[in-house]
């Protein structure tokens, strides 16, 4: 599932203003879903609500970096890696389903977050799994890094607003998906990344975004 902002009427005006590249990643994430579907066997989370969700972290994800001023490849970069920012889950899910359905009621049991559980059971998070993937698929370094450290901005190294502020903030604003043992799939803001950031002060403007984006999804 693909989600983009603008009706294109042809390839070239496509291509005019998103680039070869960012067609290219398009297609790329098109066929990845498409090459993973939800075995009738896993009953953890479904796979369709989490990328019916991933469309509207990528739409906000893009208007955060538009109204920060962005250019429109970082908004391109934003879009991407919003679209594709839990696809690790999906990879664990995929992997071995046993052993994710026991991370997952560990993580109720412990009512920590998901990638905290992932990586003491497994060894790594599904945001390292899902960054390793796209980063064999060659796409941008930019999507990667913001899918690698979606849910610890601070260990990014960042010291500017980047994709990563904007799939962080997007998925850390919106309404959550719970898994079926009751754990948050989404993200929890970290407001010292925004301070070291200096965008702290912004908060307000991004929760009023991502409350008209959240609206779109009741509906």
């Known amino acids: 599932m693909v989600y983009l902002h603008t009706t294109f009427f042809t390839v070239k005006e496509a291509v005019n203003l998103l680039g070869l590249r960012t067609i290219r990643d398009l297609v790329l994430t098109a066929h990845l879903f498409e090459a993973m579907p939800q075995s009738p066997e896993w009953r953890g989370f479904s796979f369709e609500q989490l990328q019916q969700r991933s469309v509207y972290v990528s739409q906000l994800a893009a208007d955060i970096c538009k109204n920060a001023g962005q250019d429109k490849n970082m908004q391109a970069q934003a879009r991407l890696a919003g679209l594709l920012l839990d696809v690790g889950m999906i990879v664990l899910a995929m992997g071995d389903p046993e052993k994710y359905h026991q991370v997952m009621i560990r993580a109720q049991e412990l009512n920590q977050p998901l990638y905290v559980v992932e990586k003491m059971m497994l060894g790594a998070t599904h945001a390292q799994a899902g960054a390793f993937l ?63 950031l200096g965008m702290i002060n912004e908060l307000p403007n991004w929760e009023m975004a991502a409350h008209d984006v959240a609206r779109l999804m009741r509906n």
């Open 134 to 196: 796209l980063d064999r698929w060659n796409l941008a370094p930019e999507m990667v890094h913001a899918v690698l450290f979606h849910h610890v901005p601070n260990a990014s190294g960042d010291t500017s607003f980047s994709a990563l502020t904007a799939v962080h903030l997007a998925d850390s604003l919106l309404p959550p998906l719970f898994n079926a043992m009751g754990v948050n799939m989404g993200g929890r803001l970290s407001r010292d990344y925004l301070t070291s």
